[in-house]
C-alpha cells in the first residue's frame, strides 16, 4: 500500500547523523492575523511511503496556496534518489514482514506570501498518476 504525509512547519534543520529537527510545528491550521500575509520562511516535509517490491518511479511534488491556480512549487524529485529505493528491494521481506521504503522531500518558501485564508494544498503526479496527500487551513484570528 502507498500512502504520503506532510509535516508543515518553520524551519527543517538536519542534524549530525542525517536527523532532521521540525521547528515549529503547525497541527492542522496556521493562524495568521492579516491577509495578505507574508511568512518569512515557511517549510513543508513530505514523506511518500511504499513497498520495497514497488518502488516509485518518478514523483513530482505540488504545493498550492489558497485561492491560487497555479503551484507556488512544482518539483521533480531526482532520479538518483528514486534510485536508492532499488537498495532495498533486495531484503523485500524481514521474518515474513514486508518492507517500506520512505521517500522524503524539504520543500522551503522563503518568503511564503499568503493572499486568503482556506487550504495550502500538498500533491503529486506519482508514476503519472495523481495523489493528494496533505493539506493545511490557513485562518484569521
Known amino acids: 500500500m502507498r500512502y504520503g504525509y506532510c509535516i508543515f512547519c518553520d524551519d527543517v534543520r538536519t542534524e549530525i547523523g542525517e536527523k532532521l529537527s521540525f521547528i515549529g510545528v503547525y497541527s492542522g491550521v496556521l493562524m495568521l492575523p492579516e491577509f495578505p500575509f507574508s511568512l ?37 524529485l531526482d532520479p538518483v534518489q528514486l534510485n536508492e529505493q532499488k537498495e532495498l528491494t533486495d531484503g523485500s521481506e524481514a521474518d515474513g514482514i514486508p518492507i517500506n521504503v520512505v521517500v522524503g522531500a524539504s520543500l522551503v518558501f522563503s518568503p511564503l506570501r499568503l493572499r486568503r485564508p482556506g487550504l495550502l494544498t500538498v500533491s503529486a503526479i506519482i508514476d503519472d498518476k495523481p495523489a493528494e496527500i496533505a493539506s493545511l487551513r490557513i485562518a484569521q484570528h
Open 40 to 76: 518569512p520562511k515557511f517549510c513543508v516535509h513530505v514523506n511518500l511511503i511504499t513497498l520495497a517490491t514497488e518502488p516509485y518511479r518518478s514523483i513530482v511534488l505540488r504545493c498550492i496556496a489558497p485561492g491560487d491556480s497555479q503551484p507556488l512549487l512544482e518539483e521533480r
